[in-house]
Every structure is written in C-alpha cells, then in structure tokens.
C-alpha cells in the first residue's frame, strides 16, 4: 500500500539557500543526533514513462488512394508502432475524406489492436470532396478529450505529436455543404472567388486552435507535422501544408509514393526536449514531528507522534490502527476515528492503490482533499506527504505564505523542518536543515547537475515496528527514513509540473550517543530514484 518512490511536482523556488547556524558537536557537525547527507546529482533524461510521446496519425484515405499507396501507408504505420521500445511512447490513428474517422481514437502501445486499426484503414473506401480540416477538427476532440481525463502531472510532460499525411488538396472552401462552420475571415476570400486563399487560412486557423489545447489544458507540447505524397500537379497541396505546417510548429515534409514507409518511421518521435534545472532540494526525516519548537518521534511515519497516539489510542507503530486503509494522521487531521474497530469506509477510492506514488494511498488523497494523480497538489514544489507531514496546507500554495508570523515562509519552513505554524525562532537557528547547492559539471549528453549538501538532519530514537508493506519483516528500533527530493522543472515554468528524483535513506540512532552510520552520508546520481 505505501511505496517507496515519489513523483515530484515542481515549481519555481530559490533552491540554493542555506538555513539554520550550526555549532560543530564532538560527534560531528551538530553531534550524533543530527545526519548530513552530500550528493551530487543530475537532472534526468527526459524520456522514458515520465515524459510520455503521444502519436496520432491522421491519414487520407478513401476511394482516391490506390491500393499501392494504401500498403505504403500501412507498412510505414506499422514500422513507425514496431520500432519503439521506449515505454512512453503510444500512437492513435484517424483517417479522413470528406469526413473523418477515428480508426483508433484512444492512445495505445498496444500492437495488436494497432495491427487491427491499420487494417481497417485498408478497408476505409469513403467516396467524396477531401477536407483535411475534419481531420485537424477529429484530431482536436482526440486530444482534448486525453487531456481532460489524464493525470494533471503526466499530461504537463506529454508531447502530443499529429502526423498529417496528405496526398490530396483540400477542397473545404469549396464544400461548404461538408464543412459548416469556416471561420469568417477565411470564408470572406471564399465570397470572392480565391478559394486558395480560403484554404490556406481555415487550415491554418484550425490548426492554431489545436496547438493551443497545449495552453488550455497545460499540456507540455502540441506540434503538428503535414507529411505530402508527391504527385504531378500538387502546388496548392503544398501551399495548404505550408500553412498547417507554420500553424503547427514544424516543417513542411514532402515524399515519393514509395519513400513513404521510410519518411513516416524517421519524423521527431522524441520526447518534449526542454532544459530540465534543479528548483528545489527537500529532506525530510518522516519520523520526527517539530511542534511549539520540540522534537517529537513518530515511530510509524504517520503524521502522529508517539505521545500522541499514546493518548489516542492508537498504536504507534502501526500506520494504520483500525486497518481501515486511512493511516491514523490522516484520520486525526480530518476529524475522522483511527482507534481500533472504528472502519471508515471511503466510497469511489482504492486504498491499495497509490497511483501518483507519493505514499499517500488514493483514498486517504480523497479524505484530504488532494489530487490523486499528483504529487504536489498546489504547485508549491512541497510533495503532498511532504505538506501533510510538515503541517502545512497541501491544497494552498506555501512559498508565500507565513503562517506564524517568524519571517520564515512556509516553504522554508517545510525545507529546514521546522514548525510553520509556531513562531519557533529559537529552535530553527539549532534544529534547522541546512543546504548548500552549487553547479557540477553536466554530464557527456548536457544535463545539469549539482553537488548538494544537506546538514543537520535530526534523527531520533524510534521503536521497533513490523515493516509499513507486509514483508513480515521487522524494522529496528532506532530506525530513521530520511527522504531526499531533488525537484527539477523547466526554466521559467513557475507553475508547471516537471519530474523529480528521490532517495529514501535508513539512519539509525540509539540515544545517547549511537548512529548509524556514523559520518556523512555519500551519495552519487545513480543513487536517486526517478520519479514518475
């Protein structure tokens, strides 16, 4: 039920920071009670699962594409679907005459029903006038509707790449009867006779409209690519595709009959290939509560401390007490009842699912309110468990924020671990993490990394506890799990959602004096995990 890897969600911050004035104890910097962690990390390559690639072919089919060219299209289809063994990556398929027609208007990687879809293209034999723009307008609901019903996160790293292959002009402007709806200021050059002009500026305009869905739904990229079959008289097919072309950011492409199986399987199918950069380095120690300015163990990882689920009830090494599937800090916190015997039945959720891998199940993210298909529900760069944890709200943006007043935003108080809802000064210059972060050199292939130290991670004594995913093994007294988030995002992107790497890391320390290990704690890139 609780997963040891999170997806990060980011936004802009001042990563760089240091926090907190350290005294130097005899066990180290701030004494056996208080870890150090240095890493040098990199941002990840954008590909793979976590920056999806989403094809959809829109082809002309119909009566006027001969039987040749129709078996060109396919193996050029079929090559383009077979070539790929990047996880990301998944095609669609429509084909269009004078209406269009979603062979395929889902997104799958899944062969054999893109085998099926390309067979019923073979089989598309519609008789009538060509009109591209139903297909750009087919494309348009396609794309809208995986926007809307995706995972808000995911859909912020997708690329959704149109391939619009051409072997006809489009004749909308002249077949108005099939296309109701032209856009006025392209109908006006109709009215006059310059039905070339007409075409150009409808195909253009509808084309615009679909790379805006980029904007609506903040999707990270829309670009549409015009692929023309050549044939002996087809300059205005090309001025069409030049103006869908320039409208769908990307160059006219132009081939043979017989070269089509080729240029289809060597177009752009990478990922969104934006400069990643750090925006946020977070440690947090999920066994140590901070509240008034004191310490407080959480044995379990809960969100309660010891003391507390003393008082409550509850067992403090077990996350979940009424195993109910609501672990009892989300309970508490909601006015809910963690005790024993007390099931809370959340209807329409999973609770052994975690689909955004924050460690926080889907139903205890539709008790508090946060998106189940995102770390960072608000966009602050907190992850949810981070806020939940930390005391903050995950629903409201925090780098702004000061709650209690100490002249420490929210965010800040969340990095250096501190109480954001008490004005605790005092304990912040002792207890405070501490950061410092300077540029590496990239690696071979131009991704930025860091080398970054974290300081003054207070550990505590925990109990000892069955292990949180039912190994049956038990976890020994002592043991802290340190989280190290390092956020990364696009330049710029205050709001967006990027991909993070995270290292959960075992610290055990029995008072007074012992910790293990005991120096500082080295760590390399390949350490971190990549979140999705």
Sequence with gaps: MRHSLLAVALVASAGCTDVGLYAIGAGGAGGPDRAEVEANVCTPVASGAAFPVKVLFAVEGGAGVDVMLREEIVSGLTNTSTQFTNPGISFALLTHRAVANGLLGRYTADQTELSTAFARYNAFNQVGPMSHRAALLLARSILSGDMQTGCRGQVARTRYYVVLVMRSEDTSCNNT??????????????????????????????????????????????????????????????????????????ELVETAVGGVTMRLSTLNYGSLQRALKLKRFIAMNANVRVRNGEQLVDSDGDGLPDQDENSLGTDPTLIDSDADGIGDGVEVRMGLRPQPGNVDTIRGCNATLDTDGDRLNDCEERVLGTDACITDTDGDSAPDLVEFLGGSNPLIPEDLNDDDRDGLPNISELEAHTDPTSADIEFQQDRGYGYAIRDADPTPDGRACYDINAYNLSVMETLQRPSPNDSGRTVLRGTNELHLYFQVGRENDPRGTGVGRVRIETVRFTAPATRRPRGVIRLESEDFENGL
């Design 177 to 250: 009867v099939f296309n109701a709806g032209i856009d006025p200021q392209c109908d006006a050059f109709a009215q006059a006779g310059d039905f070339a002009r007409c075409g150009e500026c409808e195909l253009g305009k509808v084309t615009e409209q679909l790379r805006q869905l980029a904007v609506r739904f903040n999707a990270g990229e829309v670009t549409v690519q015009p692929v023309v079959i050549r044939s002996a008289s087809d300059d205005l097919l090309r001025f069409q595709a030049n103006a869908i072309a320039r409208a769908g950011g990307t």
